[in-house]
Antibody, heavy 126, light 108 residues
């Protein structure tokens, strides 16, 4: 069955960076996009960006541009999300999620998300 | 930028009752590109509905979605105990996916 397994919880200091991994299995890695969605404590869902596992290209939500980088390793069917210049506002559960979408010369555009990782809690505290 | 407003914020109902959740978009939703998710405490969201009215794989038929343009509805025909959770709508197909703020469905 489809599985997305994320790396474990992280505690970071303000100004630091965090790297979260998402290892996929149970389907053809290059047939679906991987998105990252975060959820601050007690809050709603926030889409961060989309990674195309086939080409490695990514498109980010405007809010995170310049601070986030999404990459993939086709040999291990794993997608990585790096977020830099962390502040307390970045304390959240970060989810990777499989979804459909499409890419053009203008970038990659998300559709809906049909399978989710278990989430990774990132705590930013001095 | 698309804004999705869900109502009510909290809905208190009893098992067996019918639940109607609303999602209103600030702009016309092209191609009815709207999805619904269920999230239980401590769990990741689960896809329920996509393209406004198509049920995702394995979702019971008591869940149904409807709507077009700017107004969309998720209906749960007869609430089961496991249905009490938070529900989110999501718009997609443009440069940014957008979620509503959620409706909490609680046991009365």
């Amino acid at each position: 069955q489809v599985q997305l397994v994320q790396s474990g919880a992280e505690v970071k200091k303000p100004g630091a960076s965090v790297n979260v991994s998402c290892k996929t299995s149970g389907y053809t890695f290059t047939n679906y996009y991987i998105h990252w969605v975060r959820q601050a404590p007690g809050q709603g869902l926030e889409w961060m960006g989309i990674c195309n596992p086939s080409t490695g290209s990514a498109t980010y939500a405007q809010k995170f541009q310049g601070r986030v980088n999404m990459t993939r390793d086709r040999s291990t069917s794993t997608v990585y999300m790096d977020l830099s210049s962390l502040s307390s506002d970045d304390t959240a559960v970060y989810y990777c999620t499989r979804g459909l979408g499409y890419c053009s010369t203008f970038g990659c555009f998300p559709y809906y998300f049909d399978s989710w990782g278990q989430g990774t809690l990132v705590t930013v505290s001095s | 930028e698309m804004v999705l407003t869900q109502s009510p914020g909290t809905l208190s109902l009893s098992p067996g009752e019918r639940a109607t959740l609303s999602c209103r978009a600030s702009q016309n939703v092209l191609n009815t590109f709207l999805a619904w998710y269920q999230q239980k405490a401590g769990q990741a969201p689960r896809l329920l509905i996509y393209t406004a009215s198509s049920r995702a794989s394995g979702i019971p038929d008591r869940f149904s979605g409807s709507g077009s343009g700017t107004d969309f509805t998720l209906t749960i025909s007869r609430l089961e105990p496991e249905d009490f959770a938070v529900y989110y709508c999501q718009h997609y197909g443009t440069s940014q996916a957008t979620f509503g703020q959620g409706t909490k469905l609680e046991i009365k």
